[in-house]
């Protein structure tokens, strides 16, 4: 199993990444071999500075960095060297079998989308956040931006990757299923959840418990959440805020603490045939190491099958 | 100047809304005339209980109550007794100049929208919610609700009507007006805010400054905030729900006392030719005065005829 990792994305890099990777290997007894792509001599010192055992890493050179507020389309053309282009390519042609980065979000899912097939089956991969319940659990919302148009049967399958997701990665035997909406009963809602409802009360597939309005985000009543991309991106946004007003007035929590969202280890795009995992720009190490751990549990638990397999029947 | 206060709307009503007019009295210098529409004994003997002043007030009877969990057509065609009922009845033929209740929303906006006229020009009615900024400043965010659906034309119709609000009752001598998106360039978002951006843009009734994010709701990039009412709602529940949250989890500070909604005063509907205020079903005392003083405010401001000539122009 190798696992790709752009050591040059994110407002911390390469530093944060290689320190992530140091706690990653700390923390695994077997280990997938970690492509590490980034610049050779800085990555290099940096690895041994750190002291990360060299048998379970390559270093692949590249020669480019596609900077944060790149033109993503542009730049992954233009920058054929860059780690993220690089990572694609070594993805494309399988010589690994995931790829993670924290660097220019836009560049990545064009890549991704390019580069990486969508499953057999799949309308439209989408991507996801996690949501921190007030009981402590943990549940996830999708899409939060990469389909802001969606049509009743982008939300059904929305459901079903999420429901894999949530049980596999997130250990949640029977997610329980919400379609977000402004009312709680059946025949609530605008056009797009009106037609969605009767499409997910129907799936065999998932455990509708029928719609979740705004208050219900942050409670318990589902595991997953979906939306259109529209309505999830300024729900995810605004919760990050949140997470910043509050650290900037110094309200401290463990509750709020678990909006920092640079702890989750980023987004994987689900929906498409490798995993790809997308980090936020402020991702430090413990974002790094958990972005691994999430690719190796992809992969381990062949998550990417399932969900294919739970779209075809 | 007469304002209908339907008494027994609300959780705590009609205890909390004849404190609610105490309160409001004894602040007052000059007071309109306030119809009190409720149980008349009960009423009377709570009004005596807090001696409210006799010369500012009349009680109107009502025989009837429409419960928080009524279907509101059904409930408002039966029950012609009812203080909301009454209270429509009494604002269409003139009677009153303004009319607010705690009581169910559905049959709220139902009576408004069934016996009150849209202000000439407006195409949508619409519910907007005030939103505390970082910075101690008040947003207001439109629509919450009422129209789920949007056109582009009805976004922009939400800006002017917002700007005016935002300027007249809240204060803000020239308010910046935001496009709720997902990406800040001209060009992001879903097919209704690419087709809305233009019109805001064009607009010289409104101080428009571009689309803003999830982030940004919370910050003091925009006073108005304009959406669609399915985006709208979500955003004004999952406020209330952090309150509600942070409550429970006995997480103190001033910042987040202000998402206490409770002490906002409801929300007027605009877009229709008398002022209508429509108040949390939590509603408490200082709920209730304050709902007054908006009317107050409205009627004193003529708030709804500057939305008219500012939609004409």
């Known amino acids: 199993m190798n696992i790709g990792l752009d050591m040059m994305g994110g407002d911390f890099a ?4 290689v320190k992530g990777v140091a706690q990653y290997l700390s923390e695994q ?24 055992p060299e048998e379970h890493f390559r270093i692949i050179a590249s020669e480019e960095v596609i900077g944060m507020h790149e033109h993503p389309t542009k730049a992954l053309k233009e920058k054929q ?5 690089i990572g694609f390519q070594l993805l494309a042609s399988g010589k690994i079998d995931a790829f993670i980065s924290a660097g220019n979000t836009g560049a990545m899912l064009v890549g991704t989308l390019f580069s990486i097939k969508a499953l057999e089956g799949v309308l439209r991969p989408t991507i996801s956040t996690v949501i921190p319940k007030e009981d402590g659990s943990t549940g996830i919302l999708l899409d939060v931006g990469l389909n802001v148009d969606c049509k009743p049967e982008h939300l059904n399958q929305f459901a079903v990757m999420g429901s894999v997701f949530s049980h596999l990665i997130l250990g949640i035997e029977k997610p329980k299923v919400g379609l977000m ?10 056009l797009l959840t009106q037609a969605a409802y009767p499409l997910l009360k129907n799936n065999k597939q998932i455990h509708f418990i029928g719609n979740v309005e705004g208050r219900d985000i942050l409670l318990e009543k589902a ?64 974002a790094f190491k958990n972005m691994i751990l999430v690719a190796q ?13 739970a779209l075809e029947e």
């Not at 290099?44 to 990360?52: F, I, M, N, Q």
């Not at 909406?181 to 605008?190: D, F, L, P, S, Y």
């Not at 401290?252 to 909006?259: A, G, N, P, S, T």
């Open 297 to 309: 549990k992809m992969l381990e638990k062949k998550v990417l099958e399932r969900m294919k397999k």
């Open 181 to 190: 909406n402004v009312g709680q009963e059946e025949g609530k809602g605008n």
């Open 14 to 17: 390469p530093l944060e990444a």
């Open 29 to 52: 007894k077997q280990s997938p071999t970690l492509f590490l792509i980034g610049d050779q001599k800085y990555v290099e010192k940096l690895v041994k500075e750190h002291k990360v």
């Open 223 to 286: 595991d997953v959440m979906v939306c259109d991309g529209f309505t999830g991106n300024i729900i995810l946004k605004l919760a990050e805020t949140l997470y910043e007003i509050t650290h900037r007035k110094r309200i401290q929590h463990d509750y709020l603490e678990r909006f920092n969202f640079e702890n989750y280890g980023g987004t994987p795009v689900l929906g498409v045939a490798k995993p790809v995992i997308i980090g936020h720009g402020i991702s430090k190490a413990v």
């Open 81 to 85: 060297r860059s780690s993220i282009a």
